[in-house]
């Protein structure tokens, strides 16, 4: 029986515990969140304990954390789940800060312990098979790469006061992606954008929509296009470039209805937000921790995919604050 | 130069005047209706003269003629041309009496000249498509074929008392494609149906909604439905099983236009009427008949296929009337 | 805490017993199977015991009963479930024989007991939403249902000979779709159907492809095709014209991947099979009988469902054995 | 009876020609093209004479030309016909140089005379409805632009020397889609590009992938994505996001037909090349001037248009080249 603590009894922290319930073999033993209530209801669903965080490193029985507590908590998580010797699992970003995140992947290195990074997007079916068809040579080399990226409404302005910023709280996913699938690594970057849709973002010294171009070292293009309020919804698609072909993600819809009415022919919008369109790749994704941690399977990401996504979202900010070019 | 003789100035006649004058190398004559006035301006459109039936004939510079009058005349005129030796063209059905139409076929078969039927549907892209690579051999033996078939809107309950009933006046183009997509002939038919839309239809003594089920003789099966008046507008689909797979013939719409609001992802409704959804077809209708005049190519469509379409319509009559299956 | 026994620990015993170990509150106490190692095996996986019906029916503890065993076993377990006033959820066909089915309705409704079938489709989530959507009046009255429902291939012939022939084994659920959707009953039945893919079906006495026409009382079209063998997959489609408008489910696809090649634009075929395509429809259905026996929800199917589909299939089969309209 | 001059008998040339020769009560009087003999083919088939351009505007009944010679024809053509007071026709761009566009600019506006552009995706049915349905207030204030636009194979070596370069041979008129479709003008523009798919046109001074943003004076973004040779085909999209939904527009294909197979499902791939994909927009385009002629349309491209969209051009040159974000 594999013992896990989660911390963070939040939105996300609490799919993760329903995966890890689903996971044979896997045990939720404590969750640990500043709002003890919460942590406690969350425990109890799945027959584990809300403790505190000392508890959880102090009992060796632990041999895998889950971290889904705020951004400002996961560097310190990482470096005493390190120390302790237990596997991680860290929701993105490592930190917003890019040289603090490369001292706890230091201290991961060092230690030896798998540390996934929650870039579910890799887990998603449609998005993983992309992946592995590409992999196959099915377009052959990836020559370009244009994502799209929109939600449907910003959160509230605290929030993004905390956020990091656009670039690390919102595309942060995306430079993933860039990487991913185009398998290569940025030589530059261009990043613009503007406030169009609330003028309160712009007081918090951020924007709501995005433009970023990268050229990576072999010359290949990518795009990414990112909105924080699209009118119609939750919009996650690419397409990638071939030699050969392209290959292109679509959105997933609720429902395969169509209503062919006396305007117009009309289909479901696609799933809300990110928990209806990427339940199956949270599921895959914890499925894959626990085979990670049972010997089968290699990290499909590591600490060092969230350091190089963050030092893209650095660069990115840099670029839009700067007017400028940068270079990697 | 070929010099053509048009009978009916109405709303397909026109469709055909302007497509006669597209062809290289052909003139439209004369036209010919009873309404005199219609003949006079669509004649003087393409540089022609109004006339009546006689001069028509009695003209041996006229070596075709494209019959878009009214049913009732149909008959005569194919008899008169016929005998005239001068190539035809005439719009569906031959006749309403399945007698007489092939009486028709008799004549014609007699002085040889070249009789095409205004199937049109055979020009589509869409469906033409299809044929040619079920010919192929792309989905192997067709075995199963399912027919969409529906209107708009009902026309004038004048027109549908004069019309032959549902089955020869609309379903006789579904009949066609039967024929022509399976490649077999219909051992059995049974047709059911009923007065959904509009009870003025019923007064008239036919039906608006209907359901028909054809056996071949090598044991093929087809269903055809269709609805006279379908909210959301024209709809022309089929689709064809085959031993390997299955081919399937969409709607053609005016725009690729596609909205996605708060609501609903929404896409253009298919071409509004016949005259939209089948302009190609009609172009390319027009085009064959004169390459076929040429020497250039094999008559798509003959007057037989004309008789085959009518019988079938005739046998879904009785099979509706009197609530039995027909065996042909 | 509620316990529960399954009968049936076969490909659709397996699924139940998932979906009840996802139930809260629910144990799976019992599995019953004819192949004692496979109920020891699916038992042992959800914490329960491999025992037999006598030992089910003998337990008060014992609130409700799965019925997933073969099917000359449903009536019996519905008549002691009943007698025992033991909730059921029985897979369709209740039976093979319509008169026995009518004597378990008896018994349910003398018991008292909820007694859902195993409709699944109902639980669907595009079926399920379009028959909201209906009920909604967003099309008007449902005047024409075309159902399209086939299957990516055969079953051995040795199932089939013992199956009650294609339509109690495979159109029986096409049979309740047309009951939930069009919302109204019967009036005439015709069937055909040949023997296109596979001899040996019809040396068992059975066809492998249908079509089957319905006229109801009100004299609303439905039309039903189906295929044991699709060459492409499984293809579970249907469309409902009503006054104002059309709504058509589509299939459910694996991924949403597009591959844009030299050739042609490709995407995912259809779901593999029925356990694929209504893996998200069995989980709603048995959470649905939970929350009957938990008194939160109203039964979407009864027993009656199931012999009225049975009794359509019986129809369909004089129809096509006959070679007649069937009046029910 | 409105006589016309055409320069240039190649591809596009013969377009315009037949388009002209559709409008009643126009003629095509005169071909011009340095290949005689090609002139000669061409006024031939349409009734008219191979002349050289002396004639042209020394003949007072021509009261417009057409202008689809080579490009470095194209400003002294119009200088002349403007001189002439001759209505002007001309295909993009109106030169290489942005200084010389712009005296030609000057000098049509001297005169008087109508001077529309060839841009001809601004009549494409589809990017048309777009464009009045976002006038129509439809999706709010449009906010971002993602336009798609890749070629199917690269022209030779040869022609891409004489090309002016990407931004200005292929590009233009996606930068004519820019303005028009957002209605605002460049603030900045970034440009980066690569030689992905054939060495020599990296030897010619060129690339032939390129990514460019555009951040407009109101702080709006659009994003361009292009490859000279895309290995599935001609691919012609754009999507605009507004305030209150997104408009999106997609390819056309040849035909409706979907091939559904045992390994997936098929759909043509979009029209061949810009021949075929605007065949409609061509025909649109060339109705448009002659209602513009006859005094009942108001030109929807202007010379100006053409020399914005050339600025913007010799702007992402500039970017790309020098490496920078170029202001306008």
Redesign the interface.
């Known amino acids: 029986m594999t013992d896990v603590a989660l911390f963070g009894a939040g939105r996300i922290g609490t799919i993760h515990a329903g995966n890890v319930a689903r996971q044979p073999g896997v045990r939720l033993q404590y969750v640990v969140d500043v709002d003890r209530a919460a942590a406690q209801k969350l425990a109890a669903q799945y027959g584990g304990q809300a403790v505190d965080a000392d508890r959880v490193f102090a009992d060796p029985a632990i041999t895998a954390v889950i971290i889904a507590s705020s951004t400002d908590t996961h560097a310190e998580l990482i470096l005493r789940a390190a120390k302790a010797a237990k596997a991680i699992f860290c929701e993105k970003p490592v930190d917003l800060a890019l040289e603090r995140a490369r001292v706890c992947a230091d201290a991961v290195r060092a230690s030896g312990v798998p540390c996934l990074i929650g870039f579910q997007r890799r887990y998603d ?2 998005f993983a ?2 992946k592995r ?1 590409i992999d196959d040579g ?3 080399t990836p ?2 790469l ?1 994502v ?1 990226s ?1 939600d449907p409404g910003a959160p509230p302005v605290d929030y993004i006061k905390r956020s990091g910023g656009i670039f690390k709280d919102m595309l942060i996913h995306d430079f993933d992606i860039f990487r991913w699938i185009l398998g290569d690594e940025a030589a ?1 970057i ?1 990043a ?6 609330d003028a309160a973002i712009e007081g918090a010294g951020d924007i709501d ?3 970023v ?1 990268i ?1 990576t070292r072999r ?5 990414i ?1 990112t ?1 924080r309020r ?4 939750y ?1 996650q698609r690419f397409e990638v ?12 819809r ?16 696609p799933e809300h937000f990110f928990l209806e369109r990427y339940r199956a790749a949270y599921a895959a994704e914890m499925a894959h921790f626990f085979d990670v941690l049972a010997g089968g399977a290699r990290p499909r990401t590591s600490i060092d995919d969230g350091v190089a996504a963050l030092a893209l979202a650095e660069a990115a900010t840099t670029s839009w604050r700067e ?3 940068v270079e990697l």
């Open positions: 079916p449609t098979t992309i068809r099915e377009i052959g020559e370009m244009i799209t929109r530059t261009y613009t954008g503007s406030c169009l849709t929509a995005t433009a171009t050229r010359g290949r293009l990518a795009q296009n909105i699209a009118a119609y919804g919009d470039i071939g030699a050969h072909g392209m290959l292109q993600a679509g959105n997933h609720p429902t395969e209805v169509m209503l062919w009415s006396s305007g117009a022919i009309t289909a479901d919008k007017k400028r070019i």
